[in-house]
């Protein structure tokens, strides 16, 4: 992702990767993000686009969609330990602390009342992480998250 520039330096791979993170987390505009990160709207644009374009790259050596057999495997294995029939995943959200952020940092409230993103995982029947879901402020509900990606479905 370092690449070369003829006009001054170029943004290091590390502020590349947290505008993205930034970018992707918050759903926020692409000029809030780079107004945080103190570099300009197509600078930023740019930054999104490359790491995107780095991460889809390397996807399918990491994001492994479970074949037929295997959600029939889990499907088997879910009845023996926990007995609920033909489960395919266990879902919950979890609260992970952050520092306060200086845009929007009332929504990153949750009702503990400190700054966190809400998380969700998904897992299946021997407890690996299929699923995560990093982008949702503390403030967003549980159901309201499900109900977001079933949409999106």
Same mark, same amino acid.
């Given at each position: 992702m370092s690449r070369s520039t003829s006009r001054s330096h170029s943004l290091s791979v590390t502020t590349q990767l947290a505008v993205t993170l930034q970018f992707l987390a918050t759903g926020n505009f692409q000029?809030?993000?780079a107004s945080a990160h103190e570099i300009s709207p197509p600078s930023a644009s740019n930054c999104v686009r490359g790491v995107t374009d780095a991460l889809c790259s390397i996807a399918k050596?990491?994001?492994?969609?479970?074949?037929?057999?295997r959600q029939i495997?889990?499907?088997?294995?879910?009845?023996?330990?926990?007995?609920?029939?033909k489960v395919l995943g266990y879902i919950d959200s979890t609260h992970i602390p952050i520092v306060a952020p200086t845009t929007n940092e009332a929504i990153y409230v949750n009702r503990k009342s400190f700054h966190s993103i809400n998380v969700?995982?998904?897992? $299946?029947? @021997?407890? &690996?992480?299929? $699923?995560? @879901?990093? &982008?949702?402020?503390?403030?967003?509900?549980?159901?309201f998250i499900w109900q977001a990606i079933r949409n999106q479905s």
């Open positions: 000029t809030v993000v050596d990491y994001i492994k969609f479970q074949t037929a057999a495997s889990m499907q088997h294995g879910s009845m023996e330990k926990l007995a609920p029939p969700q995982a998904i897992c $299946d029947d @021997v407890f &690996k992480l299929i $699923d995560v @879901v990093v &982008k949702w402020p503390g403030s967003t509900h549980d159901a």
